[in-house]
């Protein structure tokens, strides 16, 4: 097959790009794409040295799929040229995921949408991806009607300034100097902040809806209600969740766990954190127990690298799928 990255030299770019080696596709032409500032540098491929080309440049015919990680603005503007270029396209901003004619998708939830498309899939948000991918296996046990939901998000969600910001704060306060703070609303260091994205005139904020909108399309349940809070806190990679689900019937605890047990991309850790879920594609889920209020709550804790599951490895899963159902 012959892939493009567009956006290939940032965080989930360069993350996409590994995974294209771990995963192993048989790959015969690989064209990265990126802004001028990036365009020209080299970058390694299996032994093979790849120009990054300019963007602007267009290049896509005779590709067929083309991995997005790109600012939503800029991939609006070139999506379509991608799909008449005859490239499918798999766009991991949140340009796409409200649109009723491009399947959201997270594999292991909802393969079947996948073969939906009309040239172009969306990934969802990072803390949908991790959150479902749990819930799902809840929910096929029985519907989910309700959701509770904390998100811990590390600065790397904020990209590499995120990153930058807190390992400056963090020396900064090592020699008692003052914080500078640039990219986040205040110090990130040794603090946490409730809130990331704009607040609506509900008083959540775009991030914490997307909770409710994401998961309302990837379970095909319209009336999945969310009461989400989005926190950023001074952690550098993989985010974690708190959730407990509400269904229509009561599942056993037992049950629950049996199905986790054998769901893929899953895996069940007793205390699960954040440096235990980086660098790998596993969602980590413990601390599962049954609600003390409601008699059909279940409440469990998840972690995932969100640059990895969270972005690039599920976009690179929906390639796969493609592939294997062109194969069947």
């Known amino acids: 097959m012959k892939i493009g990255i567009v956006g290939a030299t940032g965080a989930v770019g360069q993350q996409m790009l590994m ?17 001028e500032r990036s365009a020209g540098k080299e970058v390694d491929f299996k032994g093979n040295k790849i120009i990054v080309e300019n963007l602007e440049t267009k290049r896509f015919a005779g590709l067929d799929y083309v991995l997005g990680a790109l600012e939503a603005d800029i991939s609006k503007e070139i999506a379509q040229e991608i799909v008449d270029a005859g490239c499918i396209y798999v766009d991991n901003s949140s340009a796409f995921r409200s649109d009723m004619n491009v399947p959201l ?8 949408d996948i073969f939906k498309h009309k040239g172009i899939i969306a990934n969802p948000n990072c ?17 989910i009607d309700k959701m509770m939901v904390s998100t811990y998000q590390a600065v790397s969600g904020a990209g590499v300034m995120g990153m930058q910001e807190l390992n400056q704060q963090i020396q900064s306060i090592g020699h008692g100097q003052a914080c500078k703070v640039n990219t986040f609303q205040k110090q990130i260091a040794f603090n946490c902040i409730p809130q990331i994205g704009d607040i609506n005139d509900l008083g ?8 409710q909108n ?8 319209d009336d999945l209600l969310v009461n989400c809070t989005c926190v950023r806190v001074p952690v550098m990679r993989s985010h974690s969740i708190s959730c407990t689900c509400f269904t229509q019937d009561k599942v056993e605890l037992e049950k629950f766990k049996q199905a986790l047990a054998k769901a893929k991309g899953i ?3 007793e205390l699960p954190t954040p440096l235990d879920a980086s ?5 980590l889920v413990g601390r599962i127990r049954n609600d003390i209020l ?10 995932g690298d969100q640059i990895r599951k969270g972005a690039a490895t599920n976009a690179v899963q929906i390639i796969e799928e493609l592939e294997k159902g062109l194969r069947n």
């Open 204 to 211: 959540y904020t775009s991030e914490e809806m997307k909770m």
């Open 19 to 35: 995974c294209l080696v771990e995963r192993d596709l048989k790959i015969e032409e690989l064209r990265l794409f990126a802004s």
């Open 267 to 269: 895996q069940i850790v």
């Open 127 to 143: 803390s949908t991806i991790i959150t479902l991918m749990v819930a799902s296996v809840l929910n096929r046990l029985s519907k």
């Open 294 to 303: 409601f008699e059909n709550g279940i409440t469990f804790w998840c972690v």
């Open 279 to 283: 660098n790998q594609d596993e969602i």
């Open 105 to 112: 998708v997270v594999p292991e939830v909802n393969r079947e």
């Open 214 to 221: 994401e998961g309302r399309k990837i379970l095909h349940n």
